[in-house]
């Protein structure tokens, strides 16, 4: 069965902070990992990732992959209150015709002023 | 707005009736999902269409859900019978029918069975 793991599960920081939120995962017929931010409803899109080694880059946030260790890391840099949410990591599986997405827990980020 | 919508947005209900959800994907994506999300979890697959193909459900999905795309636009999720265990937020996503495709979710349906 495809599990997803990530941690910490919820986070505090001061605003300006850097933070690194990990992703490990085990999934068959792996073809991505995917990041999104949830805040209080349906899930964003950050990034998706495909290739180890190949960073990410969306403003504060960028994103890397290790397809050898089976693990991505999301960074965000100069935190900032709105980017207070929940962010989940999601292995997707492409065996046959199905490409679905097994989701971790999330990481509940909290930024204070 | 032309991205993934649910209806209704909330629904409370008692135990024992049937309710009904519907998702309209993203007008040219042609692959749709159903999750279930409950509190302190991430989303987890329920069932997946391509086209008007149900083409895969989880173990999660159990013969009291029921799901259709009939002309494979908008989709419709049922459950019979509602338990409490059903209270949940679902989620539909839509995605292309490419390879690596990024899945787009609506807001989602968050369902109350008293």
């Known amino acids: 069965e495809d599990k997803v793991v990530q941690s910490p599960l919820s986070l505090v920081v001061h605003e300006g902070d850097t933070v690194t939120l990990n992703c490990s995962y085990e999934?068959?017929?792996?073809?991505?990992l995917l990041w999104y931010k949830q805040e209080k409803k349906a899930p964003t899109f950050l990034f998706m990732l495909?290739?180890?080694?190949i960073e990410k880059k969306s403003g504060r946030l960028s994103s890397i992959l290790d397809k050898k260790e089976l693990f991505s890391i999301l960074n965000i840099t100069a935190t900032q209150t709105g980017d207070s949410a929940v962010y989940l990591c999601?292995?997707?599986?492409?065996?046959?015709?199905?490409?679905?997405?097994?989701f971790g827990k999330g990481t509940l980020l909290t930024v204070n002023p | 707005d032309t991205g993934v919508s649910q209806d209704p947005r909330h629904k409370i209900t008692k135990r024992g009736q049937n309710v009904t959800f519907r998702c309209d994907p993203i007008?040219?994506?042609?692959?749709l999902y159903w999750y279930r999300q409950t509190l302190g979890q991430g989303p987890e697959f329920l069932t997946y269409?391509?086209?008007?193909?149900?083409?895969?459900k989880s173990r999660l999905l159990s013969d009291r859900f029921s799901a259709e795309r009939p002309k494979g636009s908008f989709s419709t999720l049922e459950i019979q019978r509602t338990e409490q265990g059903d209270s949940a937020m679902y989620l539909c996503?839509?995605?292309?029918?490419?390879?690596?495709?990024?899945?787009?979710f609506g807001p989602g349906t968050r369902l109350t069975v008293l």
């Open positions: 996503a839509s995605s292309l029918a490419v390879s690596r495709a990024t899945q787009y």
């Open positions: 999934v068959t017929n792996f073809r991505s």
């Open positions: 495909t290739s180890s080694g």
């Open positions: 999601a292995g997707e599986n492409s065996g046959g015709s199905n490409y679905k997405l097994t």
């Open positions: 007008s040219e994506h042609n692959r």
């Open positions: 269409f391509q086209n008007e193909a149900q083409l895969e």
